[in-house]
């Protein structure tokens, strides 16, 4: 393969990926991570935000986000998170399947307002300190 063709095969390949997030998205800078296998031990503190679909947990030591599907079927399980006072604002995703717990590994500011929300009908929230 040539260079040019290799330049517009990257190319070709750059915009496709661009153009799977939203232009909203893209413009707010919004986060958006995939969750990996992992669970909340009992050894730290958490905030939960718990409905019918979707469990969410904030662990303020270490920043990370938990959730868990607990509906089968193969939909996502998101949790949004917002700190204003940061400007930050995004997605933990998860696709591990039901009743699988899914860890998201941030670094956040401390002493920051965070709100937690799950993502499935509306969702319930809470505000918590990072």
Known sequence: MDRKAL???IAGGAFALASIVSPAAQAAGLEH???KSGWPSGKYHYECVVDKQVVACYQPHGDKIFLMDR?????TAS?????PGAGREGQCESRLGAETWGVCNKNFPEGKKIALKT???????????T
């Open 7 to 9: 330049r517009l095969g």
């Open 33 to 35: 991570d995939y969750a």
């Open 71 to 75: 509906v089968k079927g193969g939909s």
């Open 79 to 83: 949790a949004w998170f917002s700190i």
């Open 119 to 129: 993502a499935k009908n509306g969702g319930k929230g809470i505000t918590m300190t």
